[in-house]
């Protein structure tokens, strides 16, 4: 198969788009969204994680090649694969929230505390180093579709891996209702009522990636981003961080999400949260989740203008395009989840109607947050 075949597949998978009518014009980050996610925690985040051992920013790889392509100024794809070597941006979100809820029970060692979080496997990774570095007992939930590459990934930061049957809200489900009876503290990437702070220091903590791209950039600040879904809380973070640190002059935010879970897009097609069933899972393992983050979701709403949604036939393509690039770009190493925004963009911008629709032009330069990288050895190669 040939690198312009791979484009060519990439191009003809159908893409669903829905426009977010909430979202109007230019404007600056609201007071609301400031109370429950603001500037400052974002910087109280930056600062701790940045202090831990082995911290770097992780590479922002420049796409110019596949940009001059698809007819638009520049790609820039964050690649999250070295973040401390745990493969995923995951890391800076579960492990950071450990370490406040450690530190937050001054009247416990933290012997004395068992962690645990439900998970497709990269936020579970996350938690389980996090618990392993501030000295806690960890559980992390896995659903069947979970590999065991992933699991095993898990065990060896020395957590316990509870297997659940269903999918992943099933999981968050068994992993909330045993953390009760035993006296177990959650660490969710997704909130509920009820359950707010955890999931807002998790988000916290990946502002750091958003930042770090920024940075990177420098004065040519990004027209559009990129993001993948799942329950929201990477995408909040992404949407979120350029609007304080840009204000009216924020990128056009565009969510990608696999369309057998595609929680957020039929959210923005209802104008309100929406949960879903999961039915088949998708080859995106980490975006397989049906329910909106309850803290999340009010950003995603003011934040976000576009919603698409793609098959998984678009995945193989695009890794191998980041692996092995026609176009002269780097070589770039992205597992199944990572290339979600990126297929999404591809698409897109190779199809008249969606072009126009997103505002891509000439002008554009576009920031994809590539979450992860070959976090499943096996998967990625087959």
Request: charged share 20%; proline share 5%.
């Amino acid at each position: 198969m040939t690198d312009t075949k791979l484009l060519d597949i990439i191009a003809g998978v159908p893409v669903a788009q829905v426009s977010n009518a909430k979202v109007h014009g230019p404007s600056p980050y609201p007071a609301a969204l400031k109370d429950a996610y603001g500037p400052d925690v974002c910087a109280a985040a930056g600062r701790a994680i940045k202090a831990w051992d082995g911290y770097a920013p992780t590479p922002l790889v420049s796409l110019n090649g596949l940009a001059a392509e698809l007819g638009i100024d520049g790609i820039f794809y964050k690649d999250e694969g070295p973040r401390f070597g745990l493969g995923s941006f995951k890391a800076l979100g579960g492990a950071y929230a450990v370490g406040q809820l450690v530190a937050a029970m001054s009247d416990r060692t933290a012997a004395d505390i068992t962690v645990a979080t439900a998970t497709d496997g990269n936020h579970g990774r996350s938690v389980a180093w996090g618990a392993q570095r501030f000295g806690c007992a960890c559980k992390i939930y896995m659903h069947a579709g979970v590999s065991q590459g992933r699991a095993d990934a898990v065990e060896a930061f020395g957590a316990e891996v509870i297997w659940v049957d269903g999918n992943y809200d099933a999981s968050v489900r068994q992993a909330a209702e045993d953390a009760a009876r035993e006296g177990w503290f959650i660490v969710s990437d997704t909130s509920w009522p009820g359950y707010t702070e955890v999931p807002g220091n998790v988000m916290a903590g990946y502002s750091v990636m958003m930042e770090e791209a920024l940075s990177a950039m420098g004065d040519t600040a990004p027209t559009h981003i990129f993001v993948q879904g799942g329950v929201g809380g990477l995408a909040a973070a992404a949407v979120a961080q350029p609007w304080q640190v840009l204000g009216e002059n924020r990128p056009h935010a565009v969510i990608v999400e696999p369309d057998r879970a595609d929680c957020l897009f039929r959210s923005a097609a209802a104008g309100a949260a929406t949960a879903m069933e999961i039915e088949a899972e998708t080859v995106m393992a980490g975006l397989s989740c049906g329910e909106p983050s309850m803290i999340a979701w009010p950003i995603l709403e003011a934040a976000v203008a576009d919603f698409l949604n793609i098959p998984d036939d678009a995945v193989a393509p695009t890794m191998k395009l980041l692996a092995r690039s026609p176009y002269d770009d780097p070589p770039v190493v992205a597992g199944e989840s990572a290339v979600c925004g990126l297929a999404g963009l591809i698409a897109a911008a190779l199809d008249d109607t969606l072009r126009a629709n997103l505002g891509l032009g000439a002008d554009s330069r576009v920031l994809i947050m590539g979450t992860e990288g070959a976090t499943d050895a096996a998967i990625y190669r087959e």
